[in-house]
Structures are given as structure tokens and as C-alpha cells.
């Protein structure tokens, strides 16, 4: 699949989003697969709720392994709301996050998916102006690469350094691909185009 990466300014972006009506929006499913993260629950399920997009048009799963009894308990006891749903995997290997996401797709009725870990706190507007991208660019364009980086940065000595790879990774290695018109080596945080996908279809980069 061809690759590449797409940069918009973030005030670009914002005046774009402002116009977005939210009878204008696409639905919207997020996968978020859990394997064992019982205790950061409480901050997926803030973060998710925070979200700047209409929970009518959200469908967020919940997705967890069935051996994952601790993590399920700690969803039944969430707040979670009309939008969310937990979906248990049956058991198999490997146990893996892309594994989930799989069992999970055939629930999906988004036009467009994005696929957070437990620990992401989205921008409140990504979804938002993941739309915007995708609208103002190519049929081409499948998927798109949010731009991440670590929010306790001062916390240890490899937080610092995770916060050291991520900023050079997403502030100056990728759009300097972008520039040569190279591939991206890494995409973490993605977001589809449900309608978009085969294999002509491109991956670029939000920042």
C-alpha cells in the first residue's frame, strides 16, 4: 500500500472544523482493545467522553480477551454511555491488539474507524478534523497517522525519553519525509476511511 504523510496547520485545521455541522458528520466507530489495563479504565473512559464529536454518531467498542476477567469487571462498574459498548473476545492466540480490532470490525458500522490504545487521551477536535482531511483530499487517502506524544513527560527518566523520540519523531522526522516525498516507517494511532480501503489506498499524517 502506498504511503505517505499529510500535514495541515493546526489553525488550518481549526477553521475547517469550525464549519464541520454536526448533522454533517459521518458515523464514527473507535476500536479500543484492552489486555490487561483494569486500572486505567476510569481515565480511557473520561478521556473517550471528552471527545468533540456527536455521541449520536459515535460507536465506540470496548473490546477486551475473555481470560481478561479483571479488565471487564472494571467496565461493568464504568459509567459507560449509550454510545459505548464492551465486546469480549473469545479466547485464542495470539492475544494481540490487532487480533481484537479484527473480531471487533464486524460490529462496524462507521464510515470512518480509529483505533486508540487504553492510555491515549485524543485531542478533542482529531475526529473532527480526521474528516476534514479526508473530505478535502484525495479518493487515494485510506488512512491517516495522528501526530502523539507523552503527557508525563516529567515523570521518570523514560518518560523523558519517550517524549524526546516522539517529539523528534512527529515534529521533525515525518514531516521531513513528507517533504522528500518518502514513506513513513512508523504509523501508531490510525484513523480509516472505512470507504476508502484497498490497495491503492494511502496513509499520511495529521499534524
Not at 469487571?73 to 479466547?91: G, K, N, P, W, Y
Amino acid at each position: 500500500m502506498p504511503c505517505g504523510i499529510f500535514s495541515l496547520p493546526v489553525s488550518e485545521h481549526a477553521t475547517h472544523t469550525a464549519r464541520l455541522k454536526d448533522e454533517n458528520l459521518p458515523i464514527y466507530t473507535v476500536l479500543v482493545p484492552l489486555f490487561g489495563e483494569a486500572a486505567i479504565v476510569p481515565n480511557l473512559i473520561c478521556a473517550l467522553r471528552a471527545i468533540d464529536y456527536p455521541e449520536r454518531e459515535l460507536q465506540v467498542f470496548l473490546i477486551v480477551e475473555s481470560i481478561d476477567h479483571e479488565t471487564q469487571v472494571a467496565l461493568r462498574a464504568a459509567d459507560l454511555r449509550q454510545h459505548m459498548r464492551v465486546l469480549i473476545v473469545s479466547d485464542g492466540k495470539p492475544r494481540t491488539k490487532p487480533r481484537a480490532c479484527q473480531y471487533a470490525l464486524q460490529f462496524a458500522t462507521g464510515a470512518c474507524i480509529v483505533v486508540y490504545d487504553a492510555e491515549d487521551w485524543p485531542d478533542l477536535a482529531q475526529l473532527r478534523r480526521a474528516i476534514v482531511v479526508f473530505r478535502a483530499t484525495s479518493k487515494r487517502l485510506g488512512c491517516l497517522q495522528a501526530q502523539l506524544n507523552i503527557y508525563n513527560s516529567n515523570a521518570s527518566w523514560l518518560t523523558r525519553q519517550f517524549t524526546i523520540e516522539y517529539t523528534a519523531l512527529f515534529g521533525y522526522i515525518l514531516p521531513t519525509l513528507e517533504r522528500l516525498g518518502k514513506r513513513p516507517a512508523t504509523v501508531v494511532t490510525q484513523l480509516f476511511s472505512a470507504y476508502r480501503q484497498g490497495s491503492n489506498s494511502s496513509i499520511r499524517l495529521i499534524l
